[in-house]
């Protein structure tokens, strides 16, 4: 008996550019500042959100982390390390607005990003414990 396997395909830099410019049609001169330079189009990304909630734009912010829930389900390598690297690693929850920006993530990337702080916690341990020695 055959089955029927659904093959899911991964989004790319290049699907993170066509949605990001779709969605945030602003960040189009950064983006393009950088061609091929997919972490500092990322960063530039995270620094919109980051803005968005400094604002207490939730629109946008909500917006915001809509495409990075999108892409994070399904990414290539490159495009998860942008976004681990790049994104989540640059965005915080500290201040009065943290909380109401956490809520606006996804299970999926509040768990990615308590990853991306223990691993830099572990690096930060490691580096320390090198220092000691």
Known sequence: MATSMSVTRLYTADDFRRLALAEF???R???EEY???LH???AA???RTERAKEEGDWDTYARCVRLADT???HPDEALLNALN???LEMIDFDGARGPVAWKHLS???QQGWRAMQAYLAELAYKAKQSERR
């Open 107 to 109: 299970p999926a990337l």
């Open 71 to 73: 892409l994070w389900r």
């Open 40 to 42: 500092l189009q990322m």
């Open 25 to 27: 049609p602003e960040l």
């Open 85 to 87: 690297v790049s994104y």
């Open 45 to 47: 990304f995270a620094r």
């Open 29 to 31: 001169e950064e983006l």
């Open 35 to 37: 061609p091929d330079l």
